[in-house]
């Protein structure tokens, strides 16, 4: 066990974490739809969200580490077999190479150890399959645009959870994709001949995992590397896995003064240190790098929650802020909402949080984002109601409107 004592030992760790994730170099896959295809491959997902306050956090994802990035690459990676639709942690774009990592979870739903629906209708999933083998991919608008008050596999609501059950087993796939319109097809039409679909041991998984977490992340905890996964057998796996590594002399376990175990491979920690640039990043919430709360706050100190899903008279920040990144730390957040009508982005609240900089370098690194990320809004203006500290907010009112 290594204990991290030294603020220079801490630094060396962000910034291991940050560039595993594609955050420090300008651009670390690639640029368009090629970068696109290795940024997904690396970072091993990409949380589909429906919010649109700002453009969709899949979006925003990519945006945030590929140079000419388009939103229309995200479905041409999937019409063309590179990517597919499943559930990770949560609705996510995943690397077609890591298709047999989705087939224990469609195995435990479909056997029914698992419940996505309890009590799915098998009679209408059959029927929905059969239509689908005959007549070709259906689309989810076509059971809405079919919505009738008679029973039947057209009445929406049960037809659209017998859909979604036959995707989540496994029978279906998300063969295309315009906006939040999925069109669906069989399984069997829609993988690539190419892709491996034995399933994997349980130990097969758990070193996948590592590997994976390892590899986007550079530092992994313990419970990181099974997120919000409830398969306690997969779990226990991955400790034993852990454990047989690390004594081994491949896995280093690194301990914080806040008693936190991290996980690095072995001799990363004397590898030369990441250098940075003084860029700022406007991250999306459910960026890779901050979904692991826990992890954030004990490796950045920075303790962030999302608030769209706490009540507005409890909010502390806003409805949707975004992390800052500045160099190596995470350095404040802004609420903000595109008005893609007038062409306006607003920023409704925006907070800057204790840090070593100067205060000239963060608010010049602020509106040079600012530059790139209201064009990828699709927005010319930009407005500002409110800045904290009180001090900073004439310095970003006078640089926000020379700008803008």
């Avoid at 991290?4 to 420090?24: H, I, V, Y």
């Avoid at 689908?132 to 037809?159: F, H, Q, V, Y």
Wanted: aromatic share 10%.
């Amino acid at each position: 066990m290594i204990e991290l004592k030294r603020p220079q030992d801490l630094a060396r760790l962000r910034r291991l974490a940050l560039s595993a994730q594609g955050l420090l170099q300008a651009k670390p896959f690639g640029r368009g739809l090629a970068g696109c295809r290795q940024a997904i491959n690396h970072i091993g997902y990409v949380q589909i969200d429906t919010i649109s306050v700002v453009e969709r956090a899949h979006h925003h994802v990519l945006y945030s580490r590929v140079p000419q990035f388009d939103p229309a690459m995200t479905n041409k990676l999937l019409v063309n077999g590179d990517i597919f639709e499943y559930w990770a942690h949560a609705a996510a774009f995943l690397p077609m190479a890591d298709f047999r990592f989705s087939l224990p979870y469609k195995q435990t739903i479909k056997s029914g150890q698992t419940h996505w629906f309890r009590n799915p209708d098998k009679q209408l999933m059959g029927e929905l399959l059969a239509r689908i083998r005959t007549d070709g991919p259906l689309r989810s608008r076509d059971l809405e645009t079919n919505r009738t008050k008679s029973a039947g596999w057209w009445d929406w609501k049960p037809a659209k959870k017998a859909l979604e059950q036959l995707y989540m087993q496994g029978d279906l796939m998300v063969s295309d994709r315009t906006g939040f319109q999925k069109t669906y097809d069989l399984t069997e039409r829609v993988l690539p001949s190419h892709v491996d679909t034995t399933t994997p041991t349980t130990d097969e998984f758990a070193a996948h995992l590592i590997d994976q977490q390892l590899r986007c992340h550079g530092v992994a905890t313990l419970k990181g590397i099974t997120y919000l996964r409830r398969n306690a057998g997969l779990r226990q796996a991955v400790k034993t896995l852990v454990n047989e590594k690390a004594g081994q002399g491949l896995l280093e376990q690194v301990k914080l003064a806040s008693g936190e175990v991290l996980l690095v491979e072995a001799g990363a920690l004397e590898r030369p240190m990441p250098r940075v640039s003084n860029r700022m990043l406007i991250l999306s919430p459910f960026d890779n790098s901050v979904i692991q709360r826990e992890r954030l706050k004990s490796l950045f100190q920075y303790d962030y929650q999302i608030e769209c899903y706490v009540p507005a008279a409890k909010r502390q920040y806003g409805y949707f802020c975004l992390p800052l990144l500045y160099r190596d730390r995470f350095v404040g957040r802004m609420d903000c909402k595109a008005h893609r009508k007038d062409r306006l982005l607003e920023i409704k609240s925006l907070y800057f949080e204790s840090h070593s900089f100067d205060d000239d370098q963060i608010v010049t690194a602020f509106t040079e984002a600012l530059k790139t990320f209201r064009q990828f809004q699709g927005c010319d203006r930009v407005s500002l109601t409110e800045a904290y500290p009180k001090p900073m907010e004439p310095r970003l009112r006078s640089a926000i409107s020379h700008q803008f």
